[in-house]
């Protein structure tokens, strides 16, 4: 349940026109009182004699009663409490319920005060009422209102308990503002997947993701195909900017422009010019990633992604061991990363990872101040990943998006784990949220490497050989290991770090020793890429197969149930 105290208004008469109206779009259905101070307020919505101006002539009456220069000019009151979507419809009776609990959490009508504000609640949709308020008590006071929003909220979730509907987690005021009423019916009658508030939020983030100047940035806006206005000042310095959808338009023809704040706080000029900051020196504290891997010889897409595996991969140990704004800079710097990475994805994958960045968004923002400059790996990762241009989502490319997607996954669940210790619920659950999204894309991506690593360890006399090295380097978790569907592939790997040179034992002990495995139920899987990416190997196995070296469908199938997650 989601209550939202609007701006304070000064005209009575004109919020009671719009909650019994036909609605912006002609949304609103059957507008009716469901409660109000008194139970004989007239309701124009269900009695044909009562009019709107004898409802505002009732609940402005304390007003007037004040001499004229104690009238307060605003003071109009507007709470509108909306259910989830998955939530039952509620009858007249609960809502009217509800509505007498909220005002009296926010200080409008306590129960029991025959002095209290005069009020009402108009119902004109299945899933939400409206409150409409006048902030002069009967003996002339005004009420209390202070914390009125988190008093809203903190009722919502007792009365989610009490009604048994979904819990909802208690806002920070970090989040970006909600789509409309208005805006969701129109994005409805157009057939918009999202709507344009949202679709633009997403174009604009992958805009910013490791954009390093203003030329950059609203140059993305301009291929992305929006409509941007850049806000000057009287000096000619850029002030802000607004954006648009070409085929977004009001009842005039004219495009509806959204300024970069109104889509989340962190999309302001001011604060997308915050990212540009130079690269921060490490402090004596700061905990640096002993690994300096030596590139592989690939361009374009693969390269960018293995880049960006091994930012990721220091980005993690920076959130799980840095201070708190060296963490929040890595986690923000994250959702950049998702966003470039869903943009540069192929067909395949695109979806999952959209929504693994779509969802991570509210994990990117607390009130925990990022400290620009320690995420410039990060963002820089992010700019490459955009420039490298899209994947194939096959070949060498195909297979370190896999290895990319499996490392995200940590770092989201790492960003996860923090906010969780800092009691950031929207945040961590959200990031929960994207780490599923992102398990689903690994499926989708690890699926072809993965099935030729398999058939290549099906070999028992490999098996064989490589079980001795795992049992001699990772005695506590080796049998575990030996009996997971994936171990095949990791026998490949172990088999290909060997013939590259390296120590099969010393790399596992490597692998394992900065992050633990809890978090995965496929623990061959994520060692795989791990020791591909410390041995320098190619992540696409096929390329040290001959060509006639085909996966076969059951190769395929044990693959696919390998990379399973959860």
Same mark, same amino acid.
């Given at each position: ?12 008469? =004109? ?32 009695? @044909?004699? +009562? ?43 609960? #809502? ?22 005069? #009020?009402?609640?108009?119902?004109? /949709? ?21 914390? &009125? ?6 009722? +919502? ?15 920070? =005021? ?12 129109? *994005? ?21 993701? =490791? ?64 990212? #540009? ?12 990633? @002993? ?10 897409? /693969?390269? !960018? ?7 990721? #991969? ?21 959702? &950049?990363?998702?966003?470039?990475? /869903?943009?540069?994805? *192929? ?9 693994? +960045? ?40 195909? *297979? ?24 950031? !619920? ?9 780490? &599923? ?51 095949? *592939? ?13 120590? @099969? ?5 490597? /692998? ?25 190997? @190619? ?28």
């Amino acid at each position: 349940m989601i209550p939202r105290v609007h701006k304070m208004g000064t005209r009575t008469i =004109g919020l009671i026109r719009y909650l019994y109206g036909p609605g912006t779009h002609e949304e609103h259905t059957d507008p009716h009182l469901v409660a109000a101070w008194d139970s004989l307020v007239p309701d124009p919505g269900r009695n @044909p004699k +009562a009019t709107y101006a004898d409802l505002q002539r009732l609940l402005d009456q304390p007003v007037e009663a004040l001499p004229k220069s104690r009238r307060p000019t605003e003071h109009v009151w507007h709470l509108s409490v909306r259910a989830a979507p998955e939530d039952p419809v509620l009858s007249d009776e609960q #809502w009217g319920d509800i509505a007498r609990r909220m005002v009296a959490a926010t200080g409008i009508a306590h129960e029991g005060d025959t002095a209290a504000c005069r #009020w009402a609640a108009v119902r004109h /949709a299945d899933d939400h009422i409206h409150i409409i308020a006048t902030t002069v008590r009967e003996d002339g006071r005004r009420p209390r209102r202070h914390n &009125e929003a988190k008093r809203s909220q903190a009722e +919502a979730r007792l009365i989610e308990t009490d009604y048994g509907l979904r819990r909802l987690n208690t806002g920070d =005021g970090t989040a970006a503002q909600r789509p409309t009423s208005a805006e969701r019916h129109k *994005a409805g009658r157009f057939q918009r997947e999202r709507t344009p508030r949202e679709e633009l939020r997403e174009s604009v983030r992958r805009a910013a993701a =490791g954009a390093q100047s203003e030329e950059e940035f609203f140059g993305r806006l301009a291929h992305a195909g929006l409509l941007v206005k850049r806000r000057l000042a009287p000096s000619g310095d850029l002030l802000g900017y607004t954006v648009a959808l070409p085929d977004d338009r009001n009842k005039n023809g004219e495009p509806v422009f959204y300024s970069g704040s109104k889509l989340a706080p962190d999309l302001s000029l001011p604060r997308i010019r915050e990212r #540009w900051t130079q690269p921060a020196e490490p402090s004596s504290d700061e905990v640096v990633s @002993p690994e300096q891997p030596v590139l592989p010889p690939v361009t374009g897409p /693969a390269y !960018a992604r293995r880049r960006a595996t091994t930012a990721t #991969w220091q980005a993690l140990l920076l959130i799980e061991h840095g201070d708190d704004g060296m963490a929040a800079a890595q986690i923000a710097a994250t959702g &950049e990363v998702l966003d470039a990475l /869903a943009k540069t994805s *192929a067909a395949h994958t695109r979806k999952e990872l959209r929504d693994a +960045a779509f969802a991570f968004e509210r994990a990117s923002r607390s009130h925990v101040r990022a400290v620009r400059g320690h995420d410039h790996a990060l963002r820089q990762a992010a700019h490459d990943l955009v420039h490298s241009g899209p994947a194939l989502g096959r070949g060498e490319d195909g *297979a370190t998006t896999a290895m990319l997607i499996d490392t995200a996954f940590f770092l989201v669940t790492a960003a996860a784990n923090w906010h969780a210790k800092k009691h950031h !619920a929207q945040q961590a659950e959200a990031a929960h949220q994207a780490a &599923e999204h992102l398990c689903a894309a690994y499926e989708i991506a690890a699926a072809q490497p993965m099935s030729v690593l398999h058939q290549r360890g099906r070999s028992l006399p490999l098996q064989r050989r490589q079980a001795a090295v795992l049992r001699q380097a990772l005695p506590e978790i080796a049998e575990h290991i030996l009996a997971e569907p994936g171990w095949p *592939a990791l026998a490949a790997t172990l088999a290909d770090t060997q013939a590259a040179g390296h120590n @099969p034992a010393h790399l596992l002990a490597e /692998a394992t020793r900065h992050r633990e495995l809890d978090s995965t139920t496929s623990v061959s899987d994520v060692l795989v890429w791990r020791l591909r990416r410390l041995a320098h190997l @190619p992540a696409e196995p096929a390329a040290s197969l001959p060509r006639h070296a085909a996966p076969t469908q059951p190769a395929l199938k044990a693959a696919n149930n390998a990379s399973r997650r959860r």
